[in-house]
C-alpha cells in the first residue's frame, strides 16, 4: 500500500500542484488577477469539458439515479451533522451557517474534476459528469438557502440555475445523445480542445485564489467554529459518504469516483456565498486554505484504498 500510495503522489498529486503553485505565484508576486480567469471558466471552459464528457460518456440510467440518490443522501447526513455540531458547540447564527456550507460542499469541480481523470482515467470522469452537473445546481440553490435563509426565494433559486452556462451544454449533451444526432467532426475537435484547457485554467486559479485566502487573519472568538468545519470536512464526511453510498447499493468506479469527490477539501464557492450572506466568511476561508493544504498528503491514502 505504502507504494500504491507513492504512485498517487507522484503520478496524481504530482502534476495537479504544478499549475496550483503556478497560481499562488503569481498572485503573490504578480497580483494575478482572477476574475477575467474565472470568466473563462464558468462561461466557456466549464461547459466545454462537460459538453466533452457527456457527449461520449459511458453511463447507465442506472448510473443516473444512483448519483443522483447518493448526492441528496450525502447533503442530508452532513447538513445534519453541521447542525448537530452547530448546536453543540453553541455557535452562533452566521457560523452556523458559515460551518454548514463547510461541511456540505466540496471542491469537486475546480479541483476534483483534474484529480478525478488523473487517477481513475476517462471513465473515471464518465461517471462523476453527473454528480458534478447536480453539486452545481446544489450550491446555486440549497447553497444559498444554506447561507442566508432570510433572503432565499424559488425565484432565486430558478434564477441562480439557469444562470449557469453549463446547464445548457448538459441539456445540449442529452438531446444529442437522445436524438442520435451526429455532429460535425470539426465541432467536436473544438470542443475537446476547449475541454483540455480546463484542467490547467481551474487549478492555477485554486492557487491564486488559496494565496488570497491564505492572507486572512481567523479572529479567536471562531476557533471553535474552525475546527468544528474542519473535523466535518476531514474526518465526518468520509463516513457520512461510506454511509450513503452502501445504503444507495454502489459499487465499482462509480463507489470510487464518488467517495473520493465527497472527500475533496472545502468549495471555494462557498467563501463567495459566506462573504455575500455574513456566514462567516473568514471562518470559511480558512477551513477552506487549510482542508486544500491537508488534501494534498490525504488524498493519495484514499485514493489507493479505494482502488
Not at 89 to 94: D, F, G, I, V
Not at 153 to 164: D, E, G, N
Request: hydrophobic share 55%; aromatic share 10%; proline share 5%.
Amino acid at each position: 500500500m505504502v507504494m500504491t500510495i507513492y504512485e498517487t503522489l507522484l503520478q496524481v498529486i504530482l502534476p495537479l500542484t504544478i499549475p496550483v503553485l503556478v497560481g499562488a505565484l503569481l498572485a503573490r508576486y504578480r497580483q494575478l488577477d482572477t476574475k477575467p480567469l474565472l470568466t473563462l471558466y464558468l462561461y466557456f471552459l466549464s461547459p466545454a469539458i462537460l459538453l466533452d464528457t457527456l457527449l461520449t460518456a459511458e453511463i447507465t440510467l442506472d448510473d443516473v439515479y444512483k448519483t443522483l440518490g447518493f448526492s441528496l443522501l450525502n447533503l442530508i447526513l452532513l447538513w445534519a451533522l453541521a447542525l448537530g455540531l452547530g448546536r453543540l458547540l453553541k455557535l452562533p447564527q452566521q457560523e452556523q451557517a458559515g460551518l454548514t456550507l463547510v461541511s456540505t460542499f466540496t471542491n469537486s469541480v475546480n479541483y476534483g474534476l483534474p484529480l478525478v481523470l488523473l487517477a481513475f482515467g476517462q471513465l473515471g470522469l464518465d461517471k462523476v459528469s453527473v454528480y458534478v452537473i447536480g453539486q452545481m445546481v446544489i450550491v446555486n440553490t440549497i447553497g444559498i438557502y444554506f447561507a442566508a435563509r432570510s433572503h432565499f426565494s424559488v425565484k432565486q433559486a430558478v434564477r441562480s440555475v439557469f444562470a449557469l452556462p453549463a446547464i445548457y451544454a448538459a441539456l445540449f449533451a442529452f438531446a444529442v445523445r437522445s436524438l442520435d444526432i451526429p455532429l460535425p467532426e470539426g465541432l467536436v475537435g473544438g470542443i475537446s480542445m476547449a475541454a483540455a484547457a480546463y484542467s490547467p485554467v481551474v487549478l492555477v486559479v485554486l492557487g491564486a485564489q488559496m494565496m488570497n485566502v491564505s492572507k486572512v487573519k481567523l479572529h479567536p472568538e471562531m476557533t471553535r467554529a474552525f475546527w468544528a468545519g474542519m473535523s466535518a470536512r476531514l474526518l465526518l464526511s468520509p463516513v457520512a459518504a461510506l454511509a450513503a453510498l452502501y445504503t444507495m447499493g454502489i459499487d465499482g468506479i462509480l463507489f470510487s469516483v464518488l467517495f473520493i469527490l465527497s472527500c475533496m477539501p472545502v468549495a471555494v464557492n462557498s467563501v463567495i456565498l459566506a462573504e455575500r450572506f455574513e456566514a462567516s466568511p473568514t471562518m470559511v476561508a480558512k477551513c477552506i486554505l487549510w482542508s486544500t493544504l491537508i488534501s494534498f498528503p490525504l488524498l493519495p491514502v484514499l485514493i489507493s484504498l479505494v482502488h
